[in-house]
Antibody, heavy 116, light 107 residues
Framework: QVQLVESGGGLVKPGGSLRLSCAAS????????MSWIRQAPGKGLEWLSY????????FYADSVKGRFTISRDNAKNSLYLQMNSLRAEDTAVYYC?????????WGQGTLVTVSS | DIQMTQSPSSLSASVGDRVTITCRAS??????LAWYQQKPGKVPKLLIL???TLQSGVPSRFSGSGSGTDFTLTISSLQPEDVATYYC?????????FGQGTKVEIK
């Protein structure tokens, strides 16, 4: 069955960095675009970024452009999000998602807390 | 960027009531519109894609309509298990913006 499992979340100080990973299984990872979506505590969903199946096309939301970098390793069936210059407002649950325009498959999410 | 605005932000209705949530795009998105249900503490669940196509396994009391800039999610007969927050999302282009959500409660 399709599984997306995020890891790498945790507590980080403002200005710090964190790298999230998403391990995919149960489908041909290299066939699909992938996205990162986040949800701050008690708030709505925010689409952050997507990467094409080959990795050649990438887009970011303005809120993270220049600070976050999405990447993938199709040989390892893995998606990544490198997050730099973290701010308190980046505190959220970060979801890995299989992007078909809409999202049918979501990971369970990993919590990132930015606090001193 | 295209903005997605949902209304109302929250609603309270009785079991069996017909519930309607609207989603308005600041520019046309054709029918590239999805609806999600998120129950407390859970991952969002896809309900409807392409504005009106019910995802497999979703109860038929849910329906979607609209095209262009104005969309509607309807629950024909509200059930206790429908308590959740509902989000629309446009996916015609990037960014794939979500609406701010509509919280549905039982009166």
């Amino acid at each position: 069955q399709v599984q997306l499992v995020e890891s790498g979340g945790g507590l980080v100080k403002p200005g710090g960095s964190l790298r999230l990973s998403c391990a995919a299984s149960g489908f041909t990872f290299s066939d699909y675009y992938m996205s990162w979506i986040r949800q701050a505590p008690g708030k709505g969903l925010e689409w952050l970024s997507y990467i094409s199946s080959s990795g050649s096309t990438i887009f970011y939301a303005d809120s993270v452009k220049g600070r976050f970098t999405i990447s993938r390793d199709n040989a390892k069936n893995s998606l990544y999000l490198q997050m730099n210059s973290l701010r308190a407002e980046d505190t959220a649950v970060y979801y890995c998602a299989r992007d078909q325009g809409y999202v049918y498959r979501w990971g369970q999410g990993t919590l990132v807390t930015v606090s001193s | 960027d295209i903005q997605m605005t949902q209304s109302p932000s929250s609603l309270s209705a009785s079991v069996g009531d017909r519930v309607t949530i609207t989603c308005r795009a600041s520019q046309g998105v054709s029918n590239f519109l999805a609806w999600y249900q998120q129950k407390p503490g859970k991952v969002p669940k896809l309900l409807i894609l392409a504005a009106s196509t019910l995802q497999s396994g979703v109860p038929s009391r849910f329906s979607g309509s609209g095209s262009g800039t104005d969309f509607t999610l309807t629950i024909s007969s509200l059930q206790p298990e429908d308590v959740a927050t509902y989000y629309c999302q446009k996916y015609d282009s990037v960014p794939r913006t979500f609406g701010q959500g509509t919280k549905v409660e039982i009166k």
